[in-house]
């Protein structure tokens, strides 16, 4: 009875390179948040996929991020050209449905960007 | 718009003593669900408590209670017999949408 599974837990890119995070919530959830955390601070919202949708995606950033949660295999964040200020780590939490009182987090996944 | 106050950077608090941790709170939604979570050195985020909007009790989980004063609002977590485990960032948040900075609790020995 896995957990949610982040991978990569820690990921090095260059500026300017491509950062692939995944996601596979807990078995019988099919409700995606994805969070931001930068250092020092607490939890940016970014965006919330049901399975092959996309709820809420207002704490996205305009340009070079996206998400997708296919009907099969994990939730992927997706963050073209990284830059300095990407480095966060992003974290990835799972509920049964909309509307679920209680969410469960995944690791993390660290990101720097050299 | 949602937003979450978490006005103590950092507390800390003795070993075995009881901690009230500080959060308030605005939305102009009529009904909402208010969160506590932990999150430890190592990183990952622990649930540790619930409170609805609607909700006619105070919430409480083991050593956790909430102190939900909705004409306040305010949704302070209370911990009680503090342990050293305890020590970690806790975070208020509201309808899985909003985070307040944290607060990094310290329990000494």
């Known amino acids: 009875n896995a957990g949610v599974m982040q991978n990569p837990r820690h990921l090095v890119r260059r500026r300017g390179q491509e950062a692939r995070l995944r996601c596979s919530p807990m078995k019988g959830h099919s409700h995606v948040y994805w969070y931001r955390q930068l250092p020092e601070e607490g939890l940016k919202f970014m965006v919330y996929?049901?399975?092959?949708?996309?709820?809420?995606e207002s704490g996205m950033p305009k340009e070079r991020f996206s998400a997708e949660f296919p009907k099969e295999g994990p939730s992927i964040l997706r963050i073209q050209q990284v830059v300095r200020g990407d480095s966060a780590a992003y974290f990835c939490?799972?509920?049964?449905?909309?509307?679920?009182?209680?969410?469960?987090f995944g690791a993390g996944s660290r990101l720097t960007v050299l | 718009a949602q937003k979450i106050t978490q006005t103590q950077p950092g507390m800390f608090v003795q070993e075995k003593e009881a901690v009230t941790l500080d959060c308030t709170y605005d939305?102009?939604?009529?009904?909402?669900?208010l969160f506590w979570y932990k999150q430890p050195s190592s990183g990952e985020m622990i649930f540790l408590i619930y409170q609805g909007s609607y909700d006619q009790q105070n919430a409480t989980e083991g050593r956790y209670s909430l102190n939900f004063q909705k004409a306040r609002k305010s949704a302070n977590l209370v911990i009680s017999a503090s342990q050293l485990g305890d020590s970690a960032m806790y975070f208020c948040?509201?309808?899985?949408?909003?985070f307040g900075s944290g607060t990094q609790l310290t329990v000494l020995p």
């Open positions: 939490a799972s509920s049964p449905q909309v509307g679920a009182n209680v969410l469960t």
């Open positions: 948040a509201m309808s899985q949408l909003t």
């Open positions: 939305t102009s939604d009529p009904s909402y669900g």
């Open positions: 996929l049901q399975k092959e949708n996309i709820i809420d």
